[in-house]
């Protein structure tokens, strides 16, 4: 039997909306938001940190690997679709759903090409010059307060990379070479900044590369230390808020499989392995739906573009953010991935997300 698919709300508890009520940008109350306001009530100033890849379930099943975070959770914050970190992290920074940011995917169509938006490239080479980051993300991120930009501590080898200048235009990068200078920039931004963010990437790094076993759990203790040395330095009244972009799936290698017939329908590949899009050649958009559904009905969600659009994956979708979805979404709601010839690395990873089940699209919320 297929599962219900998660649908985002853009409008309700969703990553969209916890900017504006972390960084108080807004005196107005949000009702989907009112334990979060409630918490952060009389704090002086607020720290934002994202776990990169930390899904609500995955927390809920550690609390004894992550005792702090396990006691500081409210209820849980819905992702986007695709539940991926490019699109996920932009519609936190601009406030804007996925159709109307621009950043649909971790590889989306771009004109004639397929940009790779994590890195910012297209067939391997940077592509900053031709897809200008601040072009293509087409919502203005929400990163400066009082005609100054957030301060937004990552490491060092993200500062100039296209991703970082589509969604966080305006803010003002800090950078780390080490976790354990970490306590230390933030003490130092918050002399004059009353919002600070702060995003590391090593659970979903981990993830990626060991599954949800061990390692996991390695790397969620010890990012839960760093949080602990930053409740530990900064003074009682300084509320510091934890969120993710997206959960997890452990996958391994276990693919979902076409015919090579229909795949002879298939002109190229964009999106990943658990929202991936197909291209079909001229004329045969509807051929490759039908035997995608018909073949995929017992793994997959599959949508034509316009039911995506429809169902309101993607929010509002601009015009000009149409073109970059492909034909065909195949979106499995069981533990496997849809390759894509031309990634060639692509099968060593072991988790993955992107999908619309549960465990890749609520992400945890907590306050210390």
Same mark, same amino acid.
């Given at each position: 039997?297929?599962?219900?698919?998660?649908? @985002?709300?853009?409008?309700?508890?969703?990553?969209?909306?916890?900017?504006?009520?972390? !960084?108080?940008?807004?005196?107005?109350?949000?009702?989907?938001?009112?334990?979060?306001?409630?918490?952060?009530?009389?704090?002086?100033?607020?720290?934002?940190?994202?776990?990169?890849?930390?899904?609500?379930?995955?927390?809920?099943?550690?609390?004894?690997?992550? @005792?702090?975070?396990?006691?500081?959770?409210?209820?849980?914050?819905?992702?986007?679709?695709?539940?991926?970190?490019?699109?996920?992290?932009?519609?936190?920074?601009?406030?804007?759903?996925?159709?109307?940011?621009?950043?649909?995917?971790?590889?989306?169509?771009?004109?004639?090409?397929?940009?790779?938006?994590?890195?910012?490239?297209?067939?391997?080479?940077?592509?900053?010059?031709?897809?200008?980051?601040?072009?293509?993300?087409?919502?203005? @991120?929400?990163?400066?307060?009082?005609?100054?930009?957030?301060?937004?501590?990552?490491?060092?080898?993200?500062?100039?990379?296209?991703?970082?200048?589509?969604?966080?235009?305006?803010?003002?990068?800090? /950078?780390?070479?080490? /976790?354990?200078?970490?306590?230390?920039?933030?003490?130092?931004?918050?002399?004059?900044?009353?919002?600070?963010?702060?995003? +590391?990437?090593?659970?979903?790094?981990?993830?990626?590369?060991?599954?949800?076993?061990?390692?996991?759990?390695?790397?969620?203790?010890?990012?839960?230390?760093?949080?602990?040395?930053?409740?530990?330095? +900064?003074?009682?009244?300084?509320?510091?808020?934890?969120?993710?972009?997206?959960?997890?799936?452990?996958?391994?290698?276990?693919?979902?499989?076409?015919?090579?017939?229909?795949?002879?329908?298939?002109?190229?590949?964009?999106?990943?392995?658990?929202?991936?899009?197909?291209?079909?050649?001229?004329?045969?958009?509807?051929?490759?739906?039908?035997?995608?559904?018909?073949?995929?009905?017992?793994?997959?969600?599959?949508?034509?573009?316009?039911? *995506?659009?429809?169902?309101?994956?993607? !929010?509002?979708?601009?015009?000009?953010?149409?073109?970059?979805?492909?034909?065909? *979404?195949?979106? @499995?709601?069981?533990?496997?991935?849809?390759?894509?010839?031309?990634?060639?690395?692509?099968?060593?990873?072991?988790?993955?997300?992107?999908?619309?089940?549960?465990?890749?699209?609520?992400?945890?919320?907590?306050?210390?």
């Amino acid at each position: 039997m297929e599962p219900t698919p998660i649908i @985002p709300d853009y409008h309700g508890r969703c990553l969209t909306r916890l900017l504006g009520v972390v !960084g108080r940008q807004s005196g107005a109350i949000d009702d989907h938001f009112s334990d979060l306001g409630e918490a952060l009530q009389g704090s002086s100033a607020t720290v934002l940190v994202i776990l990169d890849g930390l899904g609500a379930g995955q927390l809920d099943d550690r609390t004894e690997v992550a @005792p702090l975070l396990a006691a500081g959770r409210l209820a849980p914050v819905m992702s986007v679709a695709p539940s991926t970190t490019v699109t996920a992290l932009t519609s936190l920074s601009t406030g804007a759903a996925p159709g109307s940011h621009g950043l649909v995917g971790y590889r989306f169509a771009m004109d004639n090409a397929i940009l790779q938006a994590l890195q910012w490239k297209v067939d391997g080479r940077d592509a900053q010059q031709r897809f200008v980051p601040e072009v293509v993300c087409r919502a203005t @991120p929400l990163m400066r307060r009082g005609g100054t930009g957030v301060p937004y501590v990552a490491e060092k080898r993200f500062e100039t990379s296209g991703f970082t200048k589509a969604h966080l235009t305006g803010s003002t990068f800090v /950078p780390f070479g080490d /976790p354990e200078e970490i306590g230390t920039l933030v003490e130092r931004a918050l002399v004059d900044h009353a919002f600070v963010v702060v995003y +590391l990437d090593a659970i979903d790094k981990t993830a990626h590369q060991y599954g949800l076993e061990l390692q996991f759990d390695q790397a969620l203790s010890s990012c839960e230390a760093t949080i602990n040395d930053l409740r530990r330095r +900064l003074h009682a009244d300084v509320a510091i808020v934890v969120t993710a972009d997206h959960g997890q799936v452990d996958v391994g290698p276990t693919t979902v499989t076409m015919t090579p017939a229909t795949l002879s329908l298939v002109n190229f590949m964009s999106g990943e392995g658990r929202f991936r899009w197909l291209h079909a050649h001229p004329e045969q958009r509807t051929t490759l739906l039908e035997r995608v559904s018909n073949e995929l009905q017992d793994s997959c969600w599959v949508y034509s573009r316009r039911q *995506a659009i429809s169902l309101g994956l993607f !929010g509002e979708v601009d015009d000009d953010v149409n073109d970059r979805f492909g034909d065909v *979404a195949v979106i @499995p709601f069981l533990d496997q991935f849809v390759p894509d010839p031309t990634e060639k690395k692509e099968h060593r990873m072991r988790s993955r997300h992107g999908s619309l089940t549960e465990a890749e699209m609520w992400v945890p919320l907590v306050v210390l």
